[in-house]
């Protein structure tokens, strides 16, 4: 019998957001050191360890595992699957796509099809071998950079996918040909689908970032012309987020509001108690909704508002006129040059700009 060796994309596209979902994945880059965690029989590993529990050396494991970057390897005695990868390549991102290439074989069960506990070329037919890593690289970019993601920012290129996703300029290269001929040819990734969905909150982040030249702050929204803390118009787009969730933020996020903007607490006196009907706290008459301070008054003290504004009780400037907030005017918020100056020079982030390699 003869047998005929396809690669099945749309199989290994699926495994890839079925991983997704295990991992509770919904923002890039995909963090992939840890996904083991997700899984009874599967272990992470880097080359070293491997050396250190068979006592061998670095060289004989390239040459026992056949591959100087990473395996999928079926240890039966256990019956567990360890996914190795030479910690020694530089490149960060490169290992990143390997453990993501390996972790495809896992996912599709290479091993089990083709019987090997290590899959390399000479080891099966070259055709089967083919077909096994063509469906793990599919895998791996659907993981790492997944179309759905890519292709609905407002623009998208190499150096793009290479930085959101964190994988290396020959992977980005390779899936942004990939893409665009897709996108040539009528392929479409819908946000309203299962995986889009999945991702829809992250793709509307990124796609109305902001970033102040000024101030050094990037916050999030579909319309602001003005930063939302020092009121300059020196606003960029950053299609990057900060990539890990250890930076801190120097304008820390201290209040919190319901959807009309009333504080949840009042920044004064903390009375946690407000009246549902009005937007001063009960306790100190504070106003507890920030807002535009573009505000004049008539005779009467009547406030005319001429910037109609609800901010979010963070903002120190309204992101419509770039006006002051009344949170700033009162004290409630200091001004933002007095926290950046406590932060300390060094400390300043460009969080738009950060480069923290998350493996
Ligand atoms: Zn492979
Ligand atoms: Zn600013
Ligand atoms: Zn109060
Ligand atoms: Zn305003």
């Known amino acids: 019998m003869r047998m005929i060796f396809e690669p099945n994309f749309k199989k290994a596209e699926q495994a890839a957001y079925q991983l997704h979902e295990i991992a509770n994945i919904t923002a890039l880059p995909v963090k992939v050191r840890k996904i ?12 070293k360890w491997f050396a250190k529990e068979w006592g ?26 360890l996914v190795l990868y030479n910690e020694k390549v530089e490149n960060q991102a490169r290992i990143r796509w390997t453990i993501a290439h390996e972790l495809g074989h896992y996912m599709l069960k290479h091993n089990l099809k083709s019987q090997r506990s290590i899959l390399g070329r000479g080891g099966v037919p070259d055709k089967e071998y083919d077909m096994y890593e ?19 920012l407002p623009h998208w290129d190499t150096y793009l996918i290479g930085e959101l996703c964190n994988i290396s300029f020959e992977a980005s290269t390779h899936t942004f040909e990939f893409y665009k001929n897709g996108k040539k040819i009528g392929v479409r990734y819908s946000l309203g689908s299962k995986i889009g969905l999945r991702f829809k909150q992250f793709v509307f982040k990124v796609s109305n970032k902001k970033y102040c030249k000024n101030c050094n702050v990037s916050f999030v929204s579909e319309t602001a012309r003005f930063c939302e803390c020092c009121g300059s118009d020196q606003l960029t787009r950053t299609l990057f987020l900060n990539q890990g969730d250890d930076i801190e933020m120097i304008y820390p996020v201290v209040y919190s509001a319901d959807e009309s903007g009333k504080v949840n607490i009042c920044p004064r006196c903390l009375n946690e108690e407000m009246h549902p009907a009005g937007d001063f706290c009960p306790q100190c008459g504070l106003e507890v909704v920030n807002r535009c301070d573009d505000i004049s008054y008539y005779s009467n003290h009547a406030p005319v508002f001429n910037c109609e504004a609800v901010l979010s009780p963070n903002q120190r400037h309204c992101h419509v006129c770039g006006c002051q907030s009344t949170f700033l005017r009162n004290g409630v918020l200091e001004p933002w040059e007095k926290i950046k100056e406590k932060a300390g020079q060094t400390t300043v982030l460009s969080e738009g700009f950060s480069k923290n390699p998350s493996l």
Do not use: M
């Not at 390239?62 to 699957?81: A, M, N, P, T, V």
């Open 56 to 81: 061998i050396t670095h060289e004989e494991t390239i040459r026992l595992l056949g591959s100087d970057e990473g395996c999928c390897f079926h240890w039966k005695q256990q019956d567990i699957y």
């Open 36 to 47: 083991d965690k997700h899984f009874k029989d599967l272990k992470i590993k880097p080359y």
């Open 134 to 152: 063509k469906e793990a690289n599919c895998f791996a970019r659907n993981f790492l950079a997944p179309p759905v993601v890519i292709t609905n």
